[in-house]
């Protein structure tokens, strides 16, 4: 096992750019820089194998060629984790797994049939391990180089690292090549609008998490377009994941799962007003949220739905709510935030902990299983990586994964984002479809501006 210290730089981007466009490229980027947000930047590529879970079967690529498996993908990765045999040192990742779960995951999992249209075709899973990363600790200051192995091939590695990393990236440029495009009009929103309400008067819900979905097309590098959205939208659980199938570009502000030594938290986001510059309107939106009858109702409902998943591999009593109605601001909204904590049960791991709370229940709605299906039949489009999670589950278990919102896909000259909120008994047609465009006016900014 190699561990090297770089020079530390407190901007991660120039570091991550000469690895950006190498297949299968992942950068869990804190923002940090941006403003005070989390403390550590993680990236890798070249990983030493991949799983990528397609419908019913998981395609693994590694040295000994393709194998392909029906068994479940996350038991399948855990196996995969526990087979490495890295050694542990005092880093949040030192090997293992970088990737995403897609929102779409969770119907392997619960009996959900999804018929909205795939027009994405994105797997499942898509997940690497990874033998080597750098860590960047922006609270020390210090940026580490760790490789696991001890053989020829790891001091080949490290050559070839130590050396790519003194090299600088070229300028690129990106530009979008038309206004961004409304996948859903508003009168369809507005039709789909009521048909939650009348979900909910009927009892099947108390609260849909509805979602519209934006397109635009583009041209150019896609790891300026992710330069130019930490810039508009930092945020604390960011990604870039250049893979064979698509790019993903995230600025998500919220935490699904957080495992470290058996201590797990979340932070549902729940409640959502503009920011400004006018110093007394965003006080003013602030107590509004702050005082908000309806975000305090949502926000409730979420945290006890996640109380509940949470209860599923935690100890008895363990599972509690530190914090509930924290403001949270980033670059063009104020959030309601609160944190759901547990110890895990002897016996229970980060895997276990997602799958039982996959995905994230700020963005299905309560109860989880209806909601998925009254958002099955709503939206038009299928999520993917939308409302899943990005982030790594460490050799030892470990694990940090956003919800993927604020989160664009790149396909064949496309970006497609999506924007949504809860709604509930109270809420208004206009408020609700408001707020999704609240939620996606950073990221339509950043992709009208001109290089």
């Not at 940090?32 to 079967?57: A, C, H, N, W």
């Not at 038009?380 to 790594?392: M, P």
């Not at 709604?423 to 996606?440: F, N, P």
Request: hydrophobic residues 35%.
């Amino acid at each position: 096992m190699r561990l090297i210290e770089l020079t530390y730089e407190p901007d991660s981007a120039d570091l991550f750019s000469v690895f950006a466009d190498e297949p299968w490229a992942v950068w869990l980027d804190s923002c940090r820089d941006k403003q005070s947000m989390g403390r550590y930047d993680i990236f890798s590529s070249r990983p030493v194998s991949t799983l990528v879970t397609r419908d019913e079967v998981t395609t693994i690529t590694d040295q000994d060629g393709i194998t392909e498996s029906k068994q479940d993908p996350l038991d399948l990765l855990h196996e995969r984790l526990e087979a490495l045999k890295f050694k542990e040192l005092d880093l949040p990742f030192s090997g293992g797994a970088l990737g995403y779960f897609s929102y779409d995951l969770g119907g392997r999992f619960e009996a959900l049939p999804y018929t909205t249209e795939n027009d994405e075709d994105l797997p499942l899973m898509a997940v690497g391990l990874y033998n080597w990363a750098i860590i960047i600790d922006h609270q020390l200051k210090i940026s580490s180089l760790v490789i696991q192995g001890d053989n020829e091939s790891t001091e080949e590695l490290e050559r070839e690292l130590l050396e790519q990393i003194k090299v600088h990236s070229s300028p690129r440029s990106f530009f979008a090549l038309e206004a961004v495009q409304h996948d859903v009009e508003k009168q369809e929103y507005a039709a789909c609008f009521k048909r939650v309400k009348e979900y909910i008067l009927a009892g099947d819900c108390y609260q849909i998490n509805y979602a519209q979905r934006f397109t635009v097309q583009c041209q150019g590098s896609l790891f300026a377009a992710y330069e130019r959205l930490r810039q508009a939208n930092a945020a604390p659980y960011a990604a870039y994941l250049k893979l064979p199938f698509v790019t993903i570009l995230s600025s998500s502000p919220e935490l699904f799962i957080s495992a470290e030594n058996k201590q797990a938290t979340s932070k549902p986001i729940k409640g959502t007003v503009p920011r400004v510059d006018d110093n007394s309107l965003n006080t003013a939106n602030i107590q509004r949220l702050e005082n908000s009858e309806k975000d305090r109702a949502e926000n409730v409902m979420i945290v006890d739905l996640l109380r509940n998943d949470f209860s599923k591999n935690c100890e008895l009593h363990s599972v509690q709510v530190p914090h509930i109605f924290a403001i949270e601001s980033y670059a063009r909204v104020h959030h309601l935030v609160s944190t759901v904590s547990g110890t895990l049960e002897a016996g229970r791991t980060s895997i276990d902990l997602i799958r039982g709370a996959f995905p994230g229940g700020s963005i299905t709605g309560a109860p989880k299983i209806r909601a998925m299906e009254i958002i099955d039949e709503l939206e038009q489009y299928r999520r993917g990586v939308y409302c899943g999670s990005i982030g790594y589950i460490n050799a030892n278990g470990d694990a940090q994964l956003n919800i993927a919102i604020r989160t664009l896909t790149y396909q064949n000259g496309k970006i497609r984002f999506w924007a949504g909120g809860g709604i509930v008994h109270d809420s208004t047609m206009d408020g609700e479809y408001q707020e999704s465009l609240d939620k996606a006016s950073a990221i339509v900014s950043m992709l009208s501006e001109q290089d």
